[in-house]
């Protein structure tokens, strides 16, 4: 992998599992639960101008990854809650990167993003350690990808999605010596 391609995926790709385990869930569960008090502590006493530098050459801000994060779990969030009370839903696609220009996320402080991240993944856990294996094999259409999506699958990709923009911060702040 060349240094751009890490950069982008410093804990590689996505890969969907054919078979996720109860332990991977508990797993998945644990990282939802914590991520936000791991990202407010990451980001503790970062300046404007730190948070306005880009984790990689073409990449978003940091706030704009803080702004995404929050966004994009606010969008998880509400499939889930559709998946549990209907019956295969079709969930609206979004423009995750036009979101990121939007002037909210490129220049409003990041604590309101926080905030909602640590009430919302709060619910999430909640909600997600409730759910029986039955609930968790529940899907979603997603046109986008013209298919079916459990919450199961969707559950590990957010727990990925979350290191994943995790690392990008944190990899930042040891290349800057933050």
């Known amino acids: 992998m060349d240094n751009l391609e890490q950069k982008k995926y410093p804990i590689g790709k996505?890969?969907?599992?054919?078979?996720?385990?109860?332990?991977?869930?508990?797993?998945?569960?644990?990282?939802?639960?914590?991520?936000?008090?791991?990202?407010?502590?990451?980001?503790?006493?970062?300046?404007?101008?730190?948070?306005?530098?880009?984790?990689?050459?073409?990449?978003?801000?940091?706030?704009?990854?803080?702004?995404?994060?929050?966004?994009?779990?606010?969008?998880?969030?509400?499939r889930f809650k559709l998946a549990l009370t209907e019956d295969n839903p079709t969930v609206k696609p979004y423009l995750e990167a036009k979101w990121a220009e939007l002037q909210d996320s490129r220049h409003a402080p990041v604590k309101p993003a926080l905030q909602i991240l640590s009430g919302l993944h709060q619910k999430w856990a909640q909600l997600l350690r409730s759910m029986t294996n039955k609930d968790f094999n529940k899907t979603f259409y997603h046109p986008e990808h013209d298919r079916n999506i459990s919450l199961k699958e969707t559950l590990a990709l957010y727990a990925w999605h979350s290191d994943h923009h995790f690392a990008h911060i944190e990899n930042l702040k040891i290349e800057k010596i933050w």
């Open 14 to 78: 996505f890969q969907p599992q054919t078979k996720i385990s109860d332990q991977n869930i508990d797993l998945y569960i644990e990282t939802i639960k914590n991520f936000p008090s791991r990202l407010k502590n990451l980001l503790e006493n970062w300046t404007d101008e730190q948070l306005d530098t880009t984790y990689r050459e073409g990449g978003w801000t940091v706030r704009q990854l803080v702004h995404h994060v929050s966004d994009s779990h606010m969008q998880a969030f509400s």
